[in-house]
Nanobody, 118 residues
């Protein structure tokens, strides 16, 4: 399994930006597809963005398209989520996850809180 540690969360005003990072350790990072998910209080965990092993393909939830960008640096074993034009409804705990590329994820980080004030 791969171990994942998120960072970069915080409090930001609406319209602002944050960049989340997820550092991986353990097995070969480039063998995993990676994803970002989020969970707001009282709600289920939702998919936000995904990226293929090579970084050549990316996927986004409709709610974040055009505002968020997922990227990865396999040399640094890190995946990023650049979040721009943040809205109060983006407030949630954000988790990164690693998977085999079939749309399922089996390794998760501990999460990082993102709070967007209006």
């Amino acid at each position: 399994q791969v171990q994942l540690v998120e960072s970069g969360g915080g409090l930001v005003q609406a319209g602002g930006s944050l960049r989340l990072s997820c550092a991986a350790s353990g097995r070969t990072f480039s063998s995993y597809a990676m994803g970002w998910f989020r969970q707001a209080p009282g709600k289920k965990r939702d998919f936000v963005a995904g990226i293929s092993r090579s970084g050549g393909s990316t996927y986004y939830a409709d709610s974040v398209k055009g505002r968020f960008t997922i990227s990865r640096d396999n040399a640094k074993s890190t995946v990023y989520l650049q979040m721009n034009s943040l809205k109060p409804e983006d407030t949630a705990v954000y988790y990164c996850a690693a998977g085999g590329g079939t749309g399922t994820y089996d390794s998760w980080g501990q999460g990082t809180q993102v709070t967007v004030s209006s």
